[in-house]
């Protein structure tokens, strides 16, 4: 910046600069919603936003849910730590506001949907 022209002029230093940057779009990371109807498994990939919730990426996918489908979401363990396997409460959050297992999502997180037909 420093070379930049309208710089060149100033009494400032490059040091006394700020730069400001705004991320549009976080298109690099994602996360998975994976949905077993029973006749095989669909994949549907969404970008990390930085705020998703699973309640936000079973909005995303826009799919039915019944009462009795089994939700969980499947996340890489850390470094020599197994993976983790995280129930998803679905009456609590949406019937009842109970957001202990509406977990904040991290890149690579699978939630699986397990429609009972």
């Known amino acids: 910046m420093a070379a930049y022209a309208a710089l060149k002029d100033q009494r ?18 994602k996360y998975y919603v994976i949905v077993d109807e029973g006749n095989g498994e669909a994949v549907y990939p969404f ?11 079973l909005a995303n996918w826009r799919g039915a849910i ?3 489908t089994k939700i969980w979401v499947a996340r890489k363990g850390k470094e020599g730590k197994e993976p983790q396997i995280l129930p998803v409460d679905w ?27």
């Open 12 to 29: 400032d230093t490059t040091d006394s600069l700020a730069v400001i940057v705004d991320v549009v779009a976080y298109n690099s990371k």
């Open 91 to 117: 009456s609590g959050i949406t019937m009842q506001g109970i957001s202990n297992t509406n977990y904040h999502l991290l890149p690579g997180d699978r939630i699986y949907v397990k429609l009972k037909k």
């Open 66 to 68: 019944r009462p009795e």
């Open 47 to 57: 970008p990390v936003t930085g705020g998703d919730a699973v309640l936000d990426a």
